[in-house]
Protein backbone atom coordinates (compact mmCIF):
# COMPACT_ATOMS: atom_id res chain seq x y z
CA UNK A 1 0.00 0.00 0.00
CA UNK A 2 0.40 3.68 -0.13
CA UNK A 3 2.80 4.89 2.65
CA UNK A 4 2.58 8.45 4.52
CA UNK A 5 4.66 9.99 6.76
CA UNK A 6 4.11 12.39 9.25
CA UNK A 7 7.03 14.80 11.08
CA UNK A 8 6.77 15.00 14.20
CA UNK A 9 5.74 11.98 16.19
CA UNK A 10 4.99 13.64 19.33
CA UNK A 11 5.77 17.50 20.29
CA UNK A 12 5.28 18.87 23.86
CA UNK A 13 5.33 23.19 23.72
CA UNK A 14 4.12 26.29 25.73
CA UNK A 15 1.11 27.59 25.81
CA UNK A 16 0.91 30.35 23.22
CA UNK A 17 3.40 28.58 21.04
CA UNK A 18 2.77 27.65 17.09
CA UNK A 19 3.39 24.01 16.56
CA UNK A 20 3.81 22.81 12.33
CA UNK A 21 3.68 19.08 11.92
CA UNK A 22 4.09 18.05 8.51
CA UNK A 23 2.52 14.87 6.12
CA UNK A 24 3.94 13.77 3.73
CA UNK A 25 3.28 10.97 0.76
CA UNK A 26 6.21 8.89 0.07
CA UNK A 27 5.40 7.21 -2.89
CA UNK A 28 2.57 8.64 -4.59
CA UNK A 29 0.73 11.81 -5.31
CA UNK A 30 -1.72 13.16 -2.65
CA UNK A 31 -3.91 15.38 -4.48
CA UNK A 32 -6.17 15.32 -1.55
CA UNK A 33 -4.90 15.51 1.57
CA UNK A 34 -7.35 15.07 5.19
CA UNK A 35 -6.17 16.07 8.66
CA UNK A 36 -8.58 14.78 11.71
CA UNK A 37 -7.93 15.57 15.39
CA UNK A 38 -8.61 12.45 17.65
CA UNK A 39 -9.40 12.82 21.56
CA UNK A 40 -8.90 10.06 23.63
CA UNK A 41 -11.64 7.10 23.93
CA UNK A 42 -13.10 9.43 20.70
CA UNK A 43 -13.71 8.36 17.33
CA UNK A 44 -11.92 10.60 14.31
CA UNK A 45 -13.34 13.81 13.55
CA UNK A 46 -12.52 15.53 10.61
CA UNK A 47 -10.77 18.94 10.43
CA UNK A 48 -10.18 19.87 7.35
CA UNK A 49 -9.46 18.66 3.35
CA UNK A 50 -7.16 20.05 1.10
CA UNK A 51 -6.69 19.69 -2.35
CA UNK A 52 -3.23 20.35 -3.59
CA UNK A 53 -2.56 24.16 -5.11
CA UNK A 54 -6.37 25.21 -3.53
CA UNK A 55 -7.30 26.59 0.02
CA UNK A 56 -8.17 23.96 2.62
CA UNK A 57 -11.86 24.05 3.03
CA UNK A 58 -12.38 23.49 7.05
CA UNK A 59 -15.19 21.33 8.54
CA UNK A 60 -18.16 23.09 10.64
CA UNK A 61 -16.54 24.61 14.27
CA UNK A 62 -13.00 24.03 13.05
CA UNK A 63 -11.03 27.96 13.38
CA UNK A 64 -9.30 27.99 10.00
CA UNK A 65 -7.04 30.88 11.23
CA UNK A 66 -5.51 28.81 14.51
CA UNK A 67 -5.15 25.58 12.17
CA UNK A 68 -3.46 26.90 8.92
CA UNK A 69 -2.78 24.51 6.16
CA UNK A 70 -0.48 24.92 3.49
CA UNK A 71 -0.82 21.96 0.34
CA UNK A 72 1.43 23.35 -2.01
CA UNK A 73 3.27 20.33 -3.40
CA UNK A 74 1.95 16.86 -4.13
CA UNK A 75 3.71 15.37 -1.16
CA UNK A 76 3.72 17.48 1.15
CA UNK A 77 0.90 19.14 3.38
CA UNK A 78 1.44 20.98 6.70
CA UNK A 79 -0.80 21.68 9.77
CA UNK A 80 0.17 24.83 11.81
CA UNK A 81 -1.56 24.92 14.94
CA UNK A 82 -1.28 28.90 16.17
CA UNK A 83 -1.39 29.97 19.59
CA UNK A 84 -1.83 26.73 20.89
CA UNK A 85 -3.56 25.99 24.63
CA UNK A 86 -4.11 23.14 26.34
CA UNK A 87 -7.47 22.06 24.87
CA UNK A 88 -5.57 21.79 22.09
CA UNK A 89 -3.88 18.76 23.17
CA UNK A 90 -4.67 15.58 20.89
CA UNK A 91 -3.57 12.96 18.76
CA UNK A 92 -3.38 14.97 15.34
CA UNK A 93 -3.41 12.42 12.34
CA UNK A 94 -3.27 13.11 8.15
CA UNK A 95 -4.68 11.23 5.55
CA UNK A 96 -3.79 11.34 1.73
CA UNK A 97 -5.12 9.83 -1.89
CA UNK A 98 -4.58 10.22 -5.41
CA UNK A 99 -7.99 11.44 -7.25
CA UNK A 100 -8.53 8.40 -8.45
CA UNK A 101 -8.67 6.54 -5.16
CA UNK A 102 -11.46 5.91 -3.17
CA UNK A 103 -8.88 4.79 -0.10
CA UNK A 104 -6.82 7.18 2.14
CA UNK A 105 -4.06 6.40 3.54
CA UNK A 106 -3.27 7.42 7.05
CA UNK A 107 0.32 8.55 8.48
CA UNK A 108 1.61 7.66 11.89
CA UNK A 109 -0.32 10.52 13.68
CA UNK A 110 1.19 13.10 15.69
CA UNK A 111 0.32 13.65 19.42
CA UNK A 112 0.33 17.05 20.45
CA UNK A 113 0.78 18.22 24.48
CA UNK A 114 -0.05 21.58 25.33
CA UNK A 115 1.40 22.90 29.04
CA UNK B 1 -28.78 13.56 8.01
CA UNK B 2 -25.73 11.56 7.35
CA UNK B 3 -25.21 8.42 9.89
CA UNK B 4 -22.93 5.48 10.86
CA UNK B 5 -24.25 3.55 13.54
CA UNK B 6 -21.83 0.89 14.75
CA UNK B 7 -21.39 -1.21 18.66
CA UNK B 8 -19.13 0.63 20.84
CA UNK B 9 -18.14 -2.06 22.36
CA UNK B 10 -17.82 -6.45 22.01
CA UNK B 11 -15.81 -8.70 23.90
CA UNK B 12 -14.97 -11.98 22.24
CA UNK B 13 -12.55 -15.00 23.18
CA UNK B 14 -9.12 -15.87 21.79
CA UNK B 15 -9.74 -18.40 18.95
CA UNK B 16 -13.38 -17.02 18.32
CA UNK B 17 -15.32 -15.42 15.64
CA UNK B 18 -16.95 -12.07 15.93
CA UNK B 19 -18.76 -10.09 13.71
CA UNK B 20 -19.33 -6.21 13.57
CA UNK B 21 -22.13 -4.79 12.44
CA UNK B 22 -22.32 -0.87 10.54
CA UNK B 23 -25.56 0.37 9.61
CA UNK B 24 -25.21 3.81 7.48
CA UNK B 25 -27.69 6.26 5.90
CA UNK B 26 -25.76 8.66 3.69
CA UNK B 27 -26.74 10.92 0.88
CA UNK B 28 -25.22 8.61 -1.81
CA UNK B 29 -23.30 5.81 -1.19
CA UNK B 30 -19.71 5.01 -3.13
CA UNK B 31 -18.42 1.95 -1.30
CA UNK B 32 -18.01 1.48 2.59
CA UNK B 33 -14.50 0.86 4.52
CA UNK B 34 -13.33 -0.72 7.79
CA UNK B 35 -9.94 -0.09 9.10
CA UNK B 36 -8.43 -0.96 11.92
CA UNK B 37 -6.81 1.41 14.70
CA UNK B 38 -4.91 0.05 17.79
CA UNK B 39 -4.81 2.20 20.68
CA UNK B 40 -2.37 5.85 20.50
CA UNK B 41 -2.21 4.48 16.35
CA UNK B 42 -3.33 5.99 13.52
CA UNK B 43 -5.47 3.67 11.20
CA UNK B 44 -4.88 1.54 8.77
CA UNK B 45 -6.97 -0.10 6.38
CA UNK B 46 -8.99 -3.55 6.46
CA UNK B 47 -11.35 -3.65 3.08
CA UNK B 48 -13.79 -1.73 0.88
CA UNK B 49 -16.66 -2.93 -0.42
CA UNK B 50 -18.66 -1.30 -3.01
CA UNK B 51 -20.72 -4.38 -4.41
CA UNK B 52 -22.85 -6.47 -2.23
CA UNK B 53 -21.61 -9.64 -1.38
CA UNK B 54 -18.89 -10.82 0.75
CA UNK B 55 -15.23 -9.83 0.69
CA UNK B 56 -12.61 -12.62 2.19
CA UNK B 57 -9.25 -11.55 3.06
CA UNK B 58 -7.72 -14.18 5.38
CA UNK B 59 -8.94 -14.06 9.04
CA UNK B 60 -11.16 -11.22 8.17
CA UNK B 61 -13.87 -10.54 5.93
CA UNK B 62 -16.42 -7.92 5.23
CA UNK B 63 -19.96 -7.93 3.58
CA UNK B 64 -22.27 -5.23 2.18
CA UNK B 65 -25.70 -5.05 1.60
CA UNK B 66 -26.68 -1.82 -0.19
CA UNK B 67 -30.27 -1.88 -0.29
CA UNK B 68 -30.30 -2.59 3.45
CA UNK B 69 -27.55 -0.05 4.63
CA UNK B 70 -25.60 -2.71 6.26
CA UNK B 71 -22.44 -3.93 6.53
CA UNK B 72 -20.39 -6.17 9.09
CA UNK B 73 -16.62 -7.53 9.63
CA UNK B 74 -16.12 -10.88 10.45
CA UNK B 75 -12.74 -11.31 12.35
CA UNK B 76 -12.26 -15.40 12.22
CA UNK B 77 -9.34 -17.00 14.99
CA UNK B 78 -9.50 -14.60 17.02
CA UNK B 79 -5.53 -13.77 18.43
CA UNK B 80 -4.73 -11.71 20.88
CA UNK B 81 -3.43 -8.37 18.49
CA UNK B 82 -6.59 -8.06 16.97
CA UNK B 83 -8.07 -6.07 20.40
CA UNK B 84 -8.42 -3.14 19.01
CA UNK B 85 -11.31 -0.25 17.64
CA UNK B 86 -13.23 -1.14 14.27
CA UNK B 87 -13.75 2.08 12.37
CA UNK B 88 -17.08 1.60 9.89
CA UNK B 89 -16.97 4.90 6.92
CA UNK B 90 -19.23 5.26 4.35
CA UNK B 91 -18.54 7.24 0.95
CA UNK B 92 -21.44 9.70 0.21
CA UNK B 93 -22.26 11.35 -3.51
CA UNK B 94 -19.67 13.77 -2.56
CA UNK B 95 -16.68 11.24 -2.36
CA UNK B 96 -16.73 12.46 1.70
CA UNK B 97 -15.73 9.84 4.28
CA UNK B 98 -18.48 9.30 7.03
CA UNK B 99 -17.11 8.24 10.05
CA UNK B 100 -18.30 5.96 12.48
CA UNK B 101 -17.40 6.33 16.36
CA UNK B 102 -16.19 3.06 15.99
CA UNK B 103 -16.44 -0.29 17.94
CA UNK B 104 -13.97 -1.50 20.56
CA UNK B 105 -12.76 -5.08 20.83
CA UNK B 106 -11.52 -6.33 23.55
CA UNK B 107 -10.48 -10.58 23.18
CA UNK B 108 -10.12 -12.26 26.59
CA UNK B 109 -7.96 -15.59 26.53
Known amino acids: GAVVSQHPSWVICKSGTSVKIECRSL??????MFWYRQFPKQSLMLMAT?????????EQGVEKDKFLINHASLTLSTLTVTSAHPEDSSFYIC???????????FGPGTRLTVL | GQNIDQPTEMTATEGAIVQINCTYQ??????LFWYQQHAGEAPTFLSY??LDGLEEKGRFSSFLSRSKGYSYLLLKELQMKDSASYLC??????????WGAGTKLIIKP
Open chain 1, 95 to 105: SAKETSWHEQF
Open chain 1, 27 to 32: DFQATT
Open chain 1, 50 to 58: SNEGSKATY
Open chain 2, 26 to 31: TSGFNG
Open chain 2, 49 to 50: NV
Open chain 2, 89 to 98: AAIDSNYQLI
